[in-house]
């Protein structure tokens, strides 16, 4: 009978809906994957992940183009000039002040290109402009610039282009191993959601249960009072337990109806959609290597390009602040071709030949020490860096540690608090029965009706947990725990641009 009572008892608990709740409309059911892929596709925190990474994306794609040439048109058609100038006169040798109107139209393009090599810079440009002068003495006449090739060099610079090579493509795989950390992070938040929202209807339907007991029971009490089979602290004991029942239902299906608007709002759903969960019956049966789990998280972990971005990035202040205290001798120069005359076909007769050839030198004289201290805090930031990433190395590799061996023993935790609810079940049908015929008394009844829904809520923690610790373990190491292959091989950006401008 016992096995009987078990088998019927246990599954209705846990893989039935909750009749009671699913009365709204547009009622929905979903066991724990549905809602994964959900809350990893569909759910607002996913699109901000995903324009997160494109903003990432379109930032590195700008550093890639940094080596090509930019190539710009500027072009102003009109400008007329009205305006009041003192000029000499030489035949009354004197100052007088004149009306100058003037008409100017002028187009040139521009090419640049910066060395990334050497952090230098190469340009070519060409312009032509028209000057009109209106007044006493019009005027008319063309300005062909027509190429002006040049360059301009730092020799001891600082050089940009040097380490940004270095660190944009670790911020770009940064991004990257930040995103699917993320979507795992969206997993465990919806793991919270699922159960905290799986525990509220089982509470819910455990509170229905009981105070339907509650009430038969005090009904019952009544009855046998009336033939003095019970006193009347008994019943009053019944008649209390009755009333704590109505209390808990109703605080039951407040907390119920919060746990559902929270899963509906994270989801993207109507806030009033009655969704019915599915519990996941079994878990897998995982024992994780922990050199395994170590060597993936201290490879793909994000944790450990940001040791490597922040000493990349100190070197850089280093080595920037080191430049700055040497002398800075800058080496430029130019070749063209120029011709201005009064009409536009002259410009090209003869173009008269422009060179330009400079070296400036700056050589700090006296600063007080300001280059020095700032390349000495420079270093001592270094310094600092280094110990951090050390100490950041060493705890994160404890937390793994300590993350796979909960994780290890979570599995039999799950089984262990599985079996204890069978129990704690049959125990409380056992005690109903003896209750009704009179050879047990209502302390004890309560006590079993507690235990029940203790082990019951157990249960659905230790399964909340080993879910946790497991998409916690995929996030640190980004990771599939199940195929050992990394989220990173599966990842496809195209893909990810696509889902957004649909």
Known sequence: MYRFIKLIYIPAMFLTTIAGYAQLKDSLTLDLNQVLEISATKSLESFKNKNTLLTRYWEYENYKIEGLPVIGINFEPLSYNNYTQEVYNYEQNRYEFRNQQTLNSNAGLNIQKNILATGGRLY?????????????????????????????????????????????????????????????????????????????????????????????????????FE????????????????????????????????????????????????????????VPKLQLSEEFILDQAMTNNTQMLDIRLRELQSLKEVNRTAAERKFNPKFSGSVGLNKT???????????????????????????????????????????????ENEQTAIDFEQEVQLLVTDFNIQGKLVENARKASEVAATTHVIIMQRFMFGTVDIVRLNSVVRNKDNARNSYLQSLKQYWTNYYMLQMVTLTDLQTGIRLSDSFNLKALIDSINQ
């Open 341 to 387: 005359s009064d009409t536009w076909p002259d410009t090209y007769q003869d173009p008269l030949n422009q060179q330009r050839v400079s070296l400036s030198i700056e050589i700090p004289l006296v600063d007080w020490g300001r280059r020095k201290r700032n390349n000495m805090r420079a270093e001592r930031n270094l310094e600092i860096t280094r110990i």
């Open 227 to 282: 033939i003095a089979t019970i006193n009347k602290e008994a019943l009053l004991d019944l008649e209390l337990n009755l009333l704590d029942s109505e209390v808990s239902l109703k605080r039951a299906q407040s907390r119920l109806k919060s746990a559902q608007y929270k899963l509906n709002s994270f989801l993207g759903f109507d806030t009033s959609r009655a969704i019915e969960l599915k519990i996941p019956e079994e």
């Open 124 to 224: 070519l440009n060409s312009s032509v402009n028209r000057l009109e002068t209106y007044g006493d003495n019009p005027s008319l006449s063309f300005n062909n610039n027509l190429f002006n090739i040049g360059f301009e060099q730092g020799l001891f610079n600082f050089n940009p282009y040097k380490w940004d090579k270095k660190i944009e493509p670790l911020q770009y795989e940064k991004a990257k191993k930040e995103y699917l950390e993320s979507q795992q992070q969206l997993h465990v938040n919806a793991i919270s959601y699922f159960f905290d929202l799986a525990n509220a209807q089982l509470s819910y339907n455990m509170a229905q249960d009981n105070f339907s007991n509650a009430d038969k029971l005090y009904k019952l009490g009544q009855k046998r």
